[in-house]
C-alpha cells in the first residue's frame, strides 16, 4: 500500500477501496476484524501531496488583471454572439457568490430577491442532476452587486420567452440556470461539466487567457479577497466553509496584516505619553 501511495495521486480511493473489502470480510465472518483500517489510514498519498507540493502558488488562482481579461473575454462573446446571455450571466453570478458551481446550478427564481438584491444559497445539483443539501448542509444569503441584479433580471425575461416557446411556464420554482441536453430533453438541469465547458470554449477564442476553471474562480475570489485585507474569518463565511482550516487551502497567498501586533502597541504606548 505504500508503494501504492507513491505510485498514484487517487490513492485515498485505493485505500478505501481496500478498506472496505476487509470490512466486508468480517461482515461475512470470514475474519475475525478488520485489523488493517488504523494501519492503512496511516500510509498518506504521498503522490497526491508532492504534485500538491510542486504547483506553483500564482497557477492555483488568477491576478486581478488575469480575471479582468476573463470578464473582457465574456463580454466580448457575448456581443458577437458567441456565448448566451445564460453563459455570461451564469459566469458571473458563480464568480460573484464564489460559490460551488452546482450551488449556481441549483438556484431558483424564488432563491432570488431582486428587490432586497439578495440570493439564497440553499442547495446543490448531484452529478446526476438531483437537487440535494449544500455541502455542510449550509443556507447562505448573499448580498449582490447591482450589475448582477440587472442581469439576472434580464436573463428572467429573456428565458420566460424561450420556455414559452415550448410551451413551458416560468415559475418561482423554475431553476434559473438550464438547457436542452444532448438528448433533446428541454428545460433539462444543468451538467456537471457545463461551465466548464463553457470556458473552455472561451479560451480557445482567446488564447491570451490563462487556464481556469470554476473552481480557480473560487480560490481567485478568496485569495483577492485576502489580499484586499478581508478576514479569513469573514472569507470562510463567505465560501461556507465549516472551519477556517478549509478556508486556508483556497487562500493562496501571503497573511495579510493591516495593523501588525507592534504597531499596535507602539501607538498604544504613544496614546499613553500624550
Known amino acids: 500500500m505504500t508503494a501504492k501511495a507513491e505510485e498514484y495521486a487517487n490513492f485515498k480511493v485505493i485505500r478505501s477501496y481496500v478498506n472496505s473489502i476487509f470490512n466486508w470480510a468480517e ?63 451564469l459566469f458571473f453570478t458563480t464568480f460573484i457568490l464564489n460559490d460551488r458551481k452546482s450551488e449556481s446550478y441549483a438556484l431558483h427564481w424564488k432563491n432570488i430577491d431582486f428587490d432586497k438584491a439578495e440570493i439564497n444559497l440553499e442547495n446543490a445539483l448531484d452529478k446526476y442532476k438531483n437537487l440535494k443539501s449544500t455541502k455542510g448542509n449550509k443556507k447562505t444569503i448573499f448580498s449582490i452587486p ?31 440556470f438550464t438547457y436542452i441536453d444532448t438528448k433533446g430533453n428541454v428545460n433539462s438541469p444543468l451538467h456537471v461539466d457545463y461551465l466548464n465547458n463553457k470556458m473552455n470554449s472561451v479560451r480557445r477564442r482567446h488564447p491570451r487567457l490563462k487556464h481556469a476553471t470554476p473552481h480557480k474562480l473560487r480560490h481567485t475570489g478568496a485569495t483577492l479577497a485576502r489580499q484586499a485585507g478581508m478576514s479569513l474569518e469573514a472569507i470562510s463565511e463567505a465560501l461556507t466553509h465549516s472551519d477556517t482550516i478549509t478556508t486556508k487551502t483556497y487562500v493562496n497567498t501571503a497573511n495579510v496584516v493591516p495593523l501588525s501586533a507592534g504597531t499596535l502597541a507602539y501607538q498604544h504606548i504613544q496614546k499613553q505619553i500624550r
Request: glycine share 2%; aromatic share 10%.
Open 27 to 89: 461482515e461475512l465472518e470470514y475474519i475475525e476484524s478488520n485489523r488493517l483500517s488504523k494501519t492503512i489510514k496511516r500510509i498518506k498519498a504521498t503522490k497526491k501531496i508532492k504534485l500538491q507540493e510542486s504547483k506553483i502558488e500564482e497557477d492555483l488562482y488568477l491576478s486581478s488583471d488575469e480575471l479582468q481579461e476573463w470578464f473582457e473575454a465574456f463580454r466580448e462573446d457575448l456581443e458577437n454572439n458567441k456565448i448566451s446571455l445564460k453563459d455570461y450571466v
Open 146 to 176: 447591482h450589475y448582477l441584479v440587472t442581469l439576472l433580471a434580464k436573463w428572467k425575461i429573456q428565458q420566460k420567452q424561450e420556455l414559452a416557446q415550448f410551451g413551458i411556464i416560468q415559475t418561482p420554482e423554475q431553476l434559473v
